[in-house]
């Protein structure tokens, strides 16, 4: 693995992590919000380019506003009313969107610069990085300690995530990775384009918010019916009441899962170019988003697609979906894997 001085930011050395993947694949990463600054992929003739929306600079990800490519905490995705309670305690957080509270705040894991080393891992050297975050950090109650670890893994193309966490007294945890991505690997272009799998049966519809509401629904005869490939844009425009809420698509879909560990959550393949990203991943839910606010240059209306992996947003408010809360003498641990190829099939 490779590494060079990137900048500093209140004091801390900033480094830019190159880690090879197999298969002609690599992954620029940053330990400043963990952030995924650029993944090189081969097209189906082996001509590589950068799939990741990014930044060329430290300076870019400082005043970044759209969450782009960093680890998100400590919790993903919209918390409504910007508080939660926990053991009779009610835990007031900052109000980042509208009334809302969205991926850990205004700081949140994405504005911090974490500690990196370089760990040998089952598939090669991987990069660990690590943050304390502090008790009442945006709000939220206790000590905690992270650790994600960026590695290769056991298929050429393979950028695994593995999040742990722990902490002294009881919180919430829902870590992900919001990068960006468009297979064409031409900046600014739309990924309209590419086609799409998700696999899932259900989802939960939100409100004007973006909030889910609490109810489970099958996808079954919506637009959010992506059991099946399909371009996104296909009916990303569509009258249904869940798209207009949405500006396009930016929901929380409920994974086919028969049982523990890694599931195939989700398929995009460009099919002018045959780049395909699989995401595998432990979470029982995945955002998928169409960068319907994305605005400006480098990076355009609809030029990006997020799939984060996740506890279901607004989890807090529900108790029949999957519990966000993390205790102590309990850890926190999920993984998800980035799998990128070339003109392959369905890999379940």
């Known amino acids: 693995m490779e590494s060079k001085t990137w900048g500093t930011h209140q004091g801390k050395e900033v480094y830019l992590f190159t880690l090879d993947l197999g298969g002609g694949c690599s992954a620029w990463i940053t330990n400043y919000g963990g952030a995924i600054v650029s993944v090189y992929a081969p097209d189906r003739q082996g001509r590589l380019a950068d799939v990741v929306l990014g930044y060329g600079s430290l300076d870019g990800y400082i005043q970044c506003t759209s969450s782009l490519g960093v680890i998100v905490g400590r919790h993903a995705n919209r918390i409504e009313n910007a508080e939660f309670e926990l053991a009779g305690v009610t835990y007031k957080l900052a109000a980042n969107d509208g009334r809302n509270h969205i991926h850990g705040g205004p700081k949140g894991f994405g504005k911090v610069v974490w500690e990196a080393k370089s760990v040998e891992t089952e598939f090669g050297e991987g990069l660990e990085l690590s943050y304390c975050s502090p008790d009442g950090e945006e709000g939220y109650p206790g000590s905690l300690k992270v650790k994600v670890t960026y590695r ?20 919430v945890v829902n870590l992900t990775n919001h990068a960006y991505f468009n297979l064409s690997g031409e900046e600014g272009t739309s ?20 909030l889910p509401v609490g109810e489970i629904l099958q996808v079954e ?41 890694l599931v195939l959550a989700a398929r995009a393949e460009q099919p002018e170019t045959g780049r395909a990203l699989e995401v595998w991943t432990t979470k029982p839910g995945i955002q998928f988003y169409s960068g319907n606010f994305l605005t400006g240059e480098p990076h355009p209306w609809r030029s990006g697609f997020c799939l984060e992996t996740q506890f279901f947003p607004n989890s807090l408010r529900f108790p029949h979906f999957p519990s966000a809360v993390l205790y102590p003498r309990q850890r926190y641990r999920h993984s998800t894997v980035y799998q990128f190829s070339a003109g392959e099939g369905d890999a379940r």
């Open 152 to 171: 290769p893994g056991e298929r050429p193309g393979a950028l695994c995530m593995d999040y742990e966490a722990e902490t002294d007294r009881p919180t």
């Open 221 to 261: 005869g919506t637009p959010l019916d992506f059991r099946k490939k399909k371009a996104i844009g296909a009916e990303i425009d569509s009258d249904h009441e869940q798209i207009k809420l949405g500006r396009g698509y930016d929901h929380n879909w409920i994974l086919n899962r028969r049982g523990p560990g």
């Open 191 to 210: 990924i309209l384009d590419h086609e799409l799998a998700i696999y899932a049966d259900f989802f939960t519809p939100i409100n004007s918010e973006g």
